[in-house]
């Protein structure tokens, strides 16, 4: 069969259109295992959905490759070959092929019922820890703020001295880096204060939303130890895009030893009488670009590294400037919002900050919690989250002024708190 040279054109747009669909394909094999890629799963539920995602594909290839060969060959078969060709009738129409109806209605459905099946059995997978893990799945709650999320370890308890210096039981939480066991099923309950968010961990489960007066749940599973990317998937507000977190999966052993260290109340470094006055060491803050990255490259390389760095108390400590910070946490009424146990601060409409030194990231996995950011996020929190409650109901409403001494007593402080 000779082509006419409008078909050789087609067939030399489909070639280039192959070719970059190829390249884009192979590209694609690198691009997709980012931190937060749904492509390489690692926990059961995450690879479950994977598997799910992959059969809708074939399903729908299948029926792409089918539709687009008939149609391909009825354009080439049945085109105007010449200009007598293009004004010919119409030809007589026929009036559909019982046989061919049936045949495609059946078809459809058997492709819906191919993709039904395993939807609906991962549905019930993915609802609930199965009943034969149940006896060894461990359990948190997850909060919804604008734009932070709240861990509570509902099953552990906090140790919080009370006025006379006892320690007593309460309860305990993290914020923004829920720090599970690896290999064990953990059981998600998804709570909202205020507003709908999503709860998204795309290498090991969701999306889920956390809903205002609705209790939902998921569960998740992480194969070995880590560190992995979430994201709030859910619009939710004008920093909804910069509403992250982290989970780190540890050992059992490990796990323990945190739960033990996170229970405990705040680490206290404090000044002795004698000491000299605070230094200060905020003329080596360096100032932030607009919107540029919170994160350096050596820290994203490693972040499970860094996450057992951070577990450690920083070299070269200045107890003068920690005290000077705990005092200033209280007089800018930083504790009418920030609970830190064993320093007295018991507010709880911000993230709980007893050991927020020993977090990788700070501002809800967005910025390193290194000196430099803490003191990016402290000195204006509008800049890297637009909008947000300590920023707009606390420095403002408050009229609270920092100076660059007080900021660098603050970032001492908190970079203290292991
Ligand atoms: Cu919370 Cu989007």
Known sequence: MRLSPSSNRFLRIARVAALAATVALLQGCYWFDGPQSTFYPEGPVARHQLQLFYLTCWVCLVIFVIVGSVLAYAMLKFRAKDAEDAKAHVPEQAHGNPLVEIGLIGASVLALVIIAIPTLAGIYYSFDVPVAEKGDAYEVTATGYQWWFKFDYKTEQAQVPDATGKLVAAPFSTANELVIPAGRPIRVNLRSVDVIHSFWIPKLAGKVDMMPNR????????????????????????????????????????????????????????????????????????TFKVNEAGTTAAFDASPFAAWHQQQLPPAGEDAALIDKGRALFNAKTCSSCHTIRGDGYLGVVGPELTHVGSRTTIAAGLLENNPDELHRWIHAPNLVKPGNTMWVKGYVANNIQLTAEDEDALVHYLSSLK
Request: contains cysteine; positive net charge.
């Open 215 to 286: 209790a939902n749940h998921l569960w998740l599973e992480a194969d070995k130890p880590g560190y992995y990317w979430g994201q709030c998937a859910e619009f939710c507000g004008e920093s909804h895009a910069v509403m992250r977190f982290r989970v780190i999966a540890l050992s059992p052993r490990e796990f323990n030893d945190w739960v033990a260290a996170q229970a405990a109340p705040a680490r206290r470094v404090v000044a002795a009488a004698d000491a000299p006055a605070p230094r200060a060491q905020f003329a080596a803050y360096r």
